[in-house]
Each structure stands twice: as structure tokens, then as C-alpha cells.
């Protein structure tokens, strides 16, 4: 029993790992030259380093269990740790950046709920309608939709070709804005006080373009 695990765990040893009949010495000179930067990597550093007086110990340790081979495996084996470190920190990174945005939004809808309440209130006490403006929570949802867009992969581009706004884009998010609201005022609102909220919204709307 006793050697068929000494074989399985010579079987699954890394190049890198000590070897099977690779004497102590052998190893400590080798694991000192595997850990060097790779560009740095010399044997007659180590050799120096051991406190030999010529490199030729470790030259016949080198050649007898494959130290470059070795040390270029365990090259590739870091680089694709650190390579795979950085990507799930990428990812995290992203899903952050993603749980903001799709906050950024929320609180811009909130926003845009409560402005609706307070129109429906005005309306319903024969109250002047408050001048609430729209800017701060349409510009939370855009922002909360072009970042949760950025890291989807998705497109953001809102621009022409040569960086001038078209104006079709900006009719078109405020359109998408007009929508947003009147369906989250539809929801609470009885037909009449929709009418003439929708009515509201259009005309001051329409205002800001002109």
C-alpha cells in the first residue's frame, strides 16, 4: 500500500515540486534558482550563493533533473495565477460597479415616483403645482443606465460620428424619461388626475425643448 501511494504522488507532482531520488541538496539549489526572477535566473549565481567555488555541482544538478524545464513550468504556473487573480478582481470590480448603478437608478425612480405623488396632492387640493424640476433624478437614471450598459458590454455611444449630439438621441431619451413617468403615475392615479398630470408633464416638457 505504502508504495502504490508513493507512486501516485510521484505521478501527480508538479515539475516544480521536488522530485522522486532528488536528494536535499539538489532540491535546496534548485527551489533557490526556480525562485529567482526569470531574467536573473543563473547558475553560477547559485552556485555563488551556496558558497561553491566553481558552478560544477550545480551545472551536473541541472542537467540531471531538468532545472530549466522545471523553472520555465513553474513560470507559466504563477503567470496563470496572477493572471486569473486579476480577472476574478476584474469581475468583482465590475459586479460592484454594477450593484451602483442599478442603485443610481433606483434612486432616481424613487425621485420620479415622489414628484408624481406630489403633483397628484397638488391636484387633487386645487393646489398650485409644485415646480419640482426633473434634472437630478433623470440624470441618476441615466448615469445608473449607461454604467450598468458599460459593463454588460453593451453600447453607451449617444454621439455621431464626429461627436456632435444628434438631436433624434436626445428626443428619443426624453421620450423613454416621459414614459418612465407616466407609467409609474398610471399606477397610482384615477384617470382624470392621470389626464391632467400627463397633460403637466407634457406641456413643461415641451416647454424645455422649445
Do not use: H
Not at 409644485?130 to 450598459?149: C, F, H, M, W, Y
Not at 398610471?186 to 416638457?205: F, K, L, N, W
Amino acid at each position: 500500500m505504502t508504495g502504490t501511494t508513493t507512486t501516485l504522488q510521484a505521478a501527480t507532482r508538479q515539475m516544480w515540486e521536488r522530485q522522486e531520488g532528488e536528494s536535499a541538496k539538489a532540491w535546496n539549489a534548485f527551489r533557490l534558482y526556480r525562485d529567482m526572477e526569470p531574467t536573473e535566473r543563473s547558475i553560477a549565481k547559485i552556485a555563488a550563493k551556496l558558497g561553491y567555488s566553481a558552478p560544477v555541482l550545480c551545472e551536473r544538478w541541472s542537467m540531471r533533473n531538468n532545472w530549466v524545464a522545471r523553472a520555465l513550468a513553474y513560470d507559466e504556473y504563477t503567470d496563470l495565477q496572477a493572471r486569473n487573480r486579476r480577472e476574478r478582481e476584474r469581475l468583482a470590480a465590475s459586479d460592484r460597479r454594477i450593484q451602483i448603478a442599478k442603485n443610481m437608478q433606483l434612486v432616481g425612480g424613487a425621485a420620479i415616483q415622489d414628484l408624481g405623488k406630489k403633483i397628484q396632492d397638488a391636484l387633487r387640493s386645487g393646489k398650485a403645482i409644485p415646480k419640482i424640476s426633473l434634472k437630478d433624478a433623470t440624470a441618476i437614471i441615466n448615469a445608473g443606465v449607461q454604467i450598468e450598459r458599460l459593463e454588460s458590454g453593451e453600447s453607451t455611444a449617444n454621439l455621431a460620428v464626429e461627436g456632435t449630439i444628434r438631436i433624434e438621441d436626445v428626443m428619443k431619451r426624453e421620450r423613454e424619461l416621459m414614459d418612465i413617468i407616466k407609467e409609474a403615475i398610471r399606477a397610482e392615479a384615477d384617470p382624470e388626475t392621470t389626464r391632467r398630470i400627463i397633460g403637466y408633464i407634457e406641456s413643461r416638457c415641451a416647454a424645455q425643448r422649445d
